[in-house]
């Protein structure tokens, strides 16, 4: 017999289960970085290396994870020199208000706990 409390934990389990499978897809350090990158536009490997701080393997690794995902598509130039371009797809591209409210809250609420607030 389900107890009011246990169904209460039921239900919020049942309510947070689409924002946790969420942070689980782009919820890693990598993977914002990208994301919040490629937001400013197409990118080739060697910029987001640049910009992300990421090593290559990571990258490749975070850049593959996210294009089997739907949020980044890979688009390949194979004039002289090739190069390889990276973009949002429009799941990635949907993403831009989620990282404009996170940067919300944290002008808000992480000012003066030692962080570095990049808005």
Known sequence: MATPQSQDS???????CPVVESIEQIGSQWRLAVLHTLLEGEHRFNEL??????????????L??????GF???RLEEDAPIATYYSL????ESLE??????SCWADSWLEG????VDG
């Open 10 to 16: 039921a239900e919020r389990q049942e309510e947070a």
């Open 49 to 62: 290396k640049r910009e992300t701080g990421a090593n290559a393997r990571t990258l490749s690794r975070v």
């Open 64 to 69: 593959d994870d996210l294009g089997e995902m």
């Open 72 to 74: 980044v598509e890979r």
């Open 89 to 92: 797809t429009e799941k990635g």
């Open 97 to 102: 208000p989620v990282f404009e409210e996170i």
């Open 113 to 116: 706990e030692g962080l570095e």
